[in-house]
């Protein structure tokens, strides 16, 4: 069966570079979720979208902007990095009538 | 905190053994959800378990849940080696936008051959 893809599955960036993370969902899931996990942390919700609409936020820097676009993949813009940028960023997808999130590879993104 | 709170954090034991893994929460949830993360890999979805439910089962995975005291245990019976990984609640709150979920610290299983 057809899983999230994320892409690239790893990035390393300079401080102050940015960088874009790519969510491909899983065919017919309308709704995208990012969240960040850093080492030995719990993933942290950042945004979501429905439907090509933010449909919440959670505790993404204002430095990140993300969206979706119409054939529902999502980008994760991330710019003037940071050190403590570096996480493992997962997307997730869903049906909006369901509530199982699944969840894709991750990016992981490491800023030196 | 609204998220979940689990213990222990980290949990050794023999191949064979059942392996108990509690999460306790704060609010009030629509659902509670555990997941499954290898060392620095995706996250696996293992089991959904609505407010309204009290008990899941899936395979070899025993999931219950009490919204009186705020809590839920998973069970992981007849452990392999192969079950060695971290175990996170996620917690998909009342009143929440969307269906975002809250996870919980997670536990650190070890299954030794």
């Known amino acids: 069966a057809a899983g999230v893809i994320q892409s690239p599955r790893h990035l390393i960036k300079e401080k102050r570079e940015t960088a874009t993370l790519k969510c491909y969902p899983i065919p017919r899931h309308d709704t995208v979720y990012w969240y960040q996990q850093g080492p030995g942390q719990d993933p942290q919700f950042l945004i979501s979208?429905?439907?090509?609409?933010?449909?919440d936020k959670g505790s993404i820097p204002d430095r990140f902007s993300a969206q979706q676009f119409s054939d529902y993949h999502s980008e994760l813009n991330m710019s003037s990095l940071e050190l403590g940028d570096s996480a493992l960023y997962f997307c997730?997808?869903?049906?909006?009538?369901?509530?199982?999130?699944?969840f894709g590879p991750g990016t992981r993104l490491l800023v030196l | 905190s609204q998220q979940g709170e689990e213990d222990p954090q980290a949990l050794s034991i023999q191949e064979g053994e059942n392996a108990t893994m509690n999460c306790s929460y704060k609010?009030?949830?629509?659902?509670l959800q555990w997941y499954r993360q290898n060392s620095g890999r995706g996250l696996v979805h293992l089991i959904l378990?609505?407010?309204?439910?009290r008990e899941k089962h899936s395979g070899r995975l025993r999931v219950t849940l009490d919204t009186s005291k705020k809590s839920s245990s998973l069970l992981i019976t007849a452990s392999r080696a192969a079950d060695t990984a971290s175990y996170f609640c996620?917690?998909?709150?009342?009143?929440?936008?969307?269906?975002?979920?809250?996870f919980g610290k997670g536990t650190k299983l070890s299954v030794i051959p």
């Open positions: 378990i609505r407010s309204n439910e």
């Open positions: 997730a997808s869903s049906l909006e009538a369901e509530e199982t999130q699944y």
């Open positions: 609010t009030s949830i629509n659902n």
């Open positions: 996620a917690l998909e709150m009342i009143g929440a936008g969307s269906y975002q979920l809250t």
């Open positions: 979208f429905y439907e090509k609409m933010q449909s």
